[in-house]
């Protein structure tokens, strides 16, 4: 059985960091990719980040590039995600997921099969 359990969110200004971590079990962690997805209220759950099983190439969303790191740590079992520069807009409800390995790394929550349960970041202004 997968499971996925995302860790490290909270309150923060803007301008700061936080990051997340996701804990995976279940699952042969170094051959699949993953992905950080978020959720605001009354709003589609959107693409933040991905990191490729193989090479791990790394995608981000324009809305965070430059700002966001997503890293992993295969023998940890462990994805992460290093949020600098935090703006109000980030808040969200933030998931991690797995996804079958492919040349293309997916943005569509669709093609994750494997999701945690969240970790709520909130920005204040």
């Known amino acids: 059985q997968v499971q996925l359990l995302e860790s490290g969110g909270g309150l923060v200004q803007a301008g700061g960091s936080l990051r997340l971590s996701c804990a995976a079990s279940?699952?042969?962690?170094?051959?699949?990719?993953w992905g950080w997805f978020r959720q605001a209220p009354e709003k589609e759950r959107e693409f933040v980040a991905g990191?490729?099983?193989?090479?791990?190439?790394?995608s981000y969303a324009d809305s965070v590039k430059g700002r966001f790191v997503i890293s992993r740590d295969n023998a940890k079992n462990t994805l992460y995600l290093q949020m600098n520069s935090l703006k109000p807009e980030d808040t969200a409800v933030y998931f991690c997921?797995?996804?079958?390995?492919?040349?293309?790394?997916?943005?569509?929550?669709?093609?994750?099969?494997?999701w945690g349960q969240g970790t709520q970041v909130t920005v204040s202004s």
């Open positions: 990191i490729r099983w193989i090479g791990s190439t790394t």
């Open positions: 279940g699952r042969t962690f170094s051959r699949y990719s």
């Open positions: 997921a797995s996804t079958s390995p492919s040349m293309i790394l997916s943005r569509l929550p669709s093609e994750y099969d494997y």
